[in-house]
């Protein structure tokens, strides 16, 4: 009889959770995947194996009398491997099961300089190897994190209705104004006019070209790359990174703020249900107080507070002895993330959207209130991060959005945006939630160059 | 009481599929969205209401009674409004129900320039106005099955256990070599290593940043943007567009196309289940064979064929009279999208891949098969369109592949890419889905300009 091919996940899944029957249906297996560890004591041997579809790895255990015992004795850490063998139950093991190996072939062997040996290796060292870190228990954790949150993103928006929107990446406008873009040019001449005929660059976000889709189909989402060519070299600024950006019409700044703290309490109870393994792994290895921090946003009111209000607590609690890095609290500065932290943390004790931000320190596009001094924002905070995410109502009123691009000038070149507030424009709000800073928080990664991929930061780039 | 809030899908759900309690339980309702036409005969009047969340629009029905009589009447195609009213069962018509206006405000007016009036518009004028054509019903359809279809891709693959990878867009190399990529330089200097410390590009391929993924997950894919900055000026060409990019360890070409045909017969069903309105539409009014042609698709065993054989095919067709625009068929050549619809649509009647190409007319990282001569590449081709999926199977052997790279120059700069065979490498394939084209190819659309939100092809770029 052939063997049955079958992966790390399939097994753990029948042995957990099949029955006995299915249990027994397991006959001759094969196995193909990588070699973690290899301990062979002679009489008997000892592989840690993994083919990457489960974060467990399963023990593969062979002796002196098993077919290819030269092959097996002599397996090397990240070789790659077919294995056959019969499942054998372990019940008061640690492991559940293990496989008794019959047969083993190699695949692919390891040059000596192979660099993820046994031993830890600090997340510095990984980054240097971004092609190999991801067969390391904790960015085998990231990344298959990062995969399901991705999916439960897309699960989110698609059942309740929005239409997913692929914005261009290549763009004429710089989004916020802010100019530190990227620009595009074709290789032979680095003339930015030559392909499209004007000076193009790559988008910071993908808001305005979402809004006019969201004046066609109510509830829309982009969920794609952004770049900036800012030059911080902090742990949270990547110059590439993904976001997601809805953009819901008939909505107000309230109704924006039930959607973000529905979709970031969805994600992050879809996490610890979808990837147990994983996240105890991070309570353990990466951060203590992950999951309760997690399970304490899960399970709260957002707090809602305008930021008026925040600055008067913050001034009180200086007043009050508390020391600041900067102590000189004012209305209409830009708080910052230790003032944040605090209100999150020490004020409310929880989730906190901050909202109606002083309209000097916010976007064009932010609807103004009616005091004239504000604009209809909210910044998500959340404890031991700060920022979360961060949206708006949208100014939908022509004039007084004309007046503010005028005076930024970018009016003339955004007049299709001004458009849709001539033809049929209505009240819509929207958010923007950075996917790596999003996962950086359900994962209590500190960094954001170990989970993405293949971080781009400004004077590094290697792949 | 409040007026219930309902949205256009919500109502056609309940009024479709809702039991007699569930129907009984709509009173008074609100909707918010837009007019398409308004339609008055003095006592009676007519509203043409869709609000983005169904094909289908809703019928308001208001007369010279209905409070705000004067709105109504006046109300111009593409306003956004607010309705309350009742539902009116209508079996008896074409539309199963209707709304009894009670009251009406206007959202958000329309300037008289409104370029979507209810005329009907060509495709070439529509693309002019990318940020008003959502709100049309073609670019409604194309929009919300394009939506759909990236959840089914990113369903398919996650349901069967792969990982989603986000490969950067911003890289060192130019992928498959041919040279027609975008420079990134930052908006100062123009320099294009400025920011990096070394030239970098947009990426053409996610390809060889996830194989490394794949030897550490064994199924893996990306789906994200991809570049090239070709002037082709064709209906099947942009310069951004999406890409589906899986990779599978221990798969052989074998393996990998009866991935294609699973994933591509999974896209086709998912969206005539998922859009039957949508693709009703398309089969009225784009192509009427589309329905047909997907169905017969959906239902085939995908035959494969080497090139080899297929060239031999080719030759006996115009040796029997068949006249091709290029009737020099000789072993080696590339084949023009004629000879391989000749082979789809006149040979096999159905989808064929096409195996074993010219090693010369294929990329350097494919598997040079046993012959010397050709590589284990597959192009997916279908009827009426030609090629939708490209793969291969991967070059895992070193040697070989150091030698090809050498030859390239390009194993320095990629000497990451040649380490994934030095350390547990293995056999393994994958392939390429162009996003926009499989997309064109379900909808019938025939120009990748209309099935993307904001194309980007030469010489032409505004938003």
Same mark, same amino acid.
């Given at each position: 009889m052939e063997p049955m091919k079958i992966t790390n996940f399939e097994l753990y899944d029948i042995v957990t959770n099949g029955d006995q029957e299915e249990i027994n249906s397991l006959e001759t297996l094969e196995l193909q995947g990588w070699v973690k560890t290899n301990r062979d004591n002679g009489s008997i041997g000892f592989v840690e194996f993994n083919d990457g579809t489960y974060f467990k790895s399963v023990q593969l255990v062979y002796t002196d *009398?098993?077919?290819?015992h030269d092959v097996l004795s002599s397996l090397k850490t990240g070789a790659a491997i077919t294995v056959t063998g019969k499942l054998v139950l372990t019940p008061e093991n640690k492991q559940p099961f293990e496989i008794a190996v019959e047969s083993c072939s190699l695949e692919g062997d390891v040059d000596d300089?192979? @660099?993820?040996? *046994?031993k830890r290796h600090s997340f510095e060292f990984l980054r240097e190897i971004a092609h190999i870190r991801p067969r390391a228990n904790t960015f085998q954790a990231v990344y298959r994190v990062r995969s399901v949150l991705s999916f439960a993103i897309h699960e989110f928006f698609q059942n309740n209705g929005f239409i997913y929107v692929h914005t @261009?990446?290549? !763009? !004429?406008n710089d989004g916020e104004g802010a100019g530190n873009v990227f620009d595009v040019v074709t290789h032979d001449t680095k003339d930015p006019n030559s392909f499209y005929g004007r000076k193009v660059n790559l988008t910071v976000t993908g808001q305005l070209h979402v809004e006019p889709f969201a004046l066609a189909f109510r509830d829309v989402y982009t969920f794609g790359p952004a770049f900036r060519a800012e030059h911080?070299?902090?742990?949270?600024?990547?110059?590439e990174f993904w976001m997601v950006e809805p953009e819901m019409a008939f909505t107000d700044l309230e109704g924006n703020m039930d959607v973000i703290e529905d979709c970031v309490k969805f994600c992050i109870n879809y996490i610890m249900s979808a990837c147990p393994q994983e996240m105890e792994f991070f309570n353990n290895m990466i951060d203590k107080t992950l999951l309760e921090r997690l399970n304490h946003v899960a399970n709260s009111d957002f707090k809602r507070m305008t930021y008026t209000e925040g600055v008067e607590l913050l001034k009180k609690a200086v007043k009050e002895g508390h020391k600041f890095e900067n102590n000189n609290i004012e209305w209409g500065m830009d708080l910052q993330s230790e003032h944040e932290r605090y209100l999150t943390e020490e004020i409310v004790k929880g989730p906190l959207f901050l909202t109606d931000y002083p309209k000097e320190i916010k976007a064009f596009y932010m609807r103004e209130n009616d005091d004239g001094k504000t604009v209809a924002a909210c910044d998500l905070l959340v404890p031991a991060v700060g920022e979360l995410v961060g949206g708006s109502q949208r100014e939908e009123r022509y004039d007084i959005l004309l007046k503010k691009m005028q005076k930024l000038g970018n009016d003339k070149e955004l007049d299709w945006y001004l458009d849709t507030r001539r033809y049929g424009g209505c009240k819509h709000s929207g958010f923007g939630i950075g996917f790596d800073r999003l996962l950086m928080y359900i994962t209590g990664m500190q960094n954001i160059r170990d989970v993405q991929p293949y971080p781009r930061t400004s004077n590094s780039i290697k792949y």
């Open positions: *009398k098993s077919q290819n300089d192979y @660099p993820l040996q *046994k @261009p990446l290549i !763009t !004429t911080s070299n902090t742990v949270r600024h990547a110059s």
